[in-house]
């Protein structure tokens, strides 16, 4: 007799956690704004939660457009949804609107500050046209929230 198929649930790519320009500073200076908590920090709670919810993740800190670009040109093959935090670039960045679009993934965008009780010209950004959601004002759980919300939508 044949031996029975093993049925085990097909491996998950994991989930990408993207932060853009100046991120990297986190917790080392203007606390009053984005906390004190570090980047490692924030990395160290996304694992906790994304074990919690059984999704692997990676992450990614870039200062370089570019870098940001071509990582999420490899997502489209390697990941199965994105959170990212663009930093400034969230204003500015066409490349990365135009490289979300052909990802083809779900992206989930995060801002630690609250970016609509801010200056004016960091209230429109460029990626949320492409984001299932966007989270902003809630501090570092934005992050953990936006694995929440990506653990959901991939299970369906
Ligand atoms: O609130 C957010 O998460 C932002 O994406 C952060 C960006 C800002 O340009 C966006 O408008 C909103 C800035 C990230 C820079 O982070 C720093 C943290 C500590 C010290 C210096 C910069």
Excluded: W
């Amino acid at each position: 007799m044949a031996a029975k198929a093993a049925r085990r649930p097909p491996a998950r790519k994991p989930v990408l956690v993207l932060n853009g320009p100046n991120l990297n500073m986190l917790g080392k200076r203007q606390p009053e704004i984005y906390g004190r908590e570090t980047l490692a920090d924030v990395e160290k709670q996304c694992r906790v939660e994304a074990a919690r919810l059984g999704l692997p993740v990676e992450f990614l800190q870039s200062n370089h457009e570019g870098v940001l670009v071509d990582r999420i040109q490899a997502a489209r093959e390697q990941n199965s949804g994105i959170v990212i935090n663009a930093g400034a670039l969230t204003h500015t960045s066409v490349a990365l609107l135009d490289a979300l679009n052909a990802a083809e993934l779900p992206v989930i965008e995060v801002h630690i500050s609250n970016i609509y009780k801010r200056e004016s010209f960091r209230h429109h950004s460029y990626i949320s046209p492409v984001a299932v959601g966007v989270i902003a004002g809630l501090g570092i759980q934005g992050y953990l929230l936006a694995l929440q919300a990506l653990a959901r939508l991939l299970a369906r």
